[in-house]
């Protein structure tokens, strides 16, 4: 099992009996959950590094800088890591090598990992303003924002051509989207117009 710590450490531990298999010493503490491909272990931290590890050995392969720290998990699908710093950074990063393959600055503070949908065209990430954006895979471009009342603090979660946020502090506490514009399915609890 592989398990990220505030006390600035990534551990790997045996699944059964807790045995620390490796440990890996970053400079900030880690608060997401990793994104695995192959071999290779990806973690974002709180010194505005995003990590590559070896997960057999815990050995870094390649670390990417950011402009802020990154509080939610990154995602994978193939050979791009897509991954958001809490300033509302998406970046889309060769899987292999580490390098930028765009940027894109969403302007609002996200706590939140992104969400992909199934067939990899669409990156879903929802802000603590409440905002879920809709990012082209290919380049990065926003097709589509939806504003609500409250805060998205969690991933998104899309199950074919639907994608839900849950939302803090506000009337609507879940929503389903259309993947493909934005357009609500279904809200709960239903907000009643006066």
């Not at 592989?2 to 600035?8: A, P, T, V």
């Not at 450490?9 to 491909?37: I, K, M, Q, S």
């Not at 926003?142 to 502090?169: D, H, N």
Request: aromatic share 12%.
């Amino acid at each position: 099992v592989y398990i990220g710590s505030m006390d600035r450490h990534f551990y790997a531990l045996n699944l059964a009996d807790g045995e620390v298999l490796w440990d890996f010493a970053g400079t900030g503490a880690f608060a997401g959950t990793p994104a695995l491909r192959g071999d290779t272990l990806y973690i974002g931290a709180f010194d505005d590094l995003l990590y590559a590890l070896d997960a057999n050995t815990g050995v870094e392969r390649w670390r990417f800088a950011s402009e802020n720290w990154f509080w939610g998990s990154p995602v994978v699908a193939g050979d791009v890591l897509y991954a958001v710093d809490v300033n509302g950074n998406v970046y889309a990063i060769d899987a292999e090598s580490g390098a930028q393959i765009w940027h894109q600055a969403l302007g609002e503070q996200v706590r939140a990992g992104p969400a992909l949908s199934e067939d990899g065209r669409r990156l879903f990430v929802g802000s603590e303003g409440g905002k879920l954006d809709a990012l082209d895979t290919a380049d990065g471009f926003v097709v589509w924002s939806r504003e609500s009342e409250g805060q998205v603090l969690s991933k998104p979660v899309v199950s074919g051509s639907t994608v839900y946020e849950a939302v803090v502090f506000g009337q609507e506490r879940i929503r389903a989207l259309h993947v493909d514009n934005g357009r609500d399915i279904w809200t709960y609890p239903v907000v009643e117009e006066e």
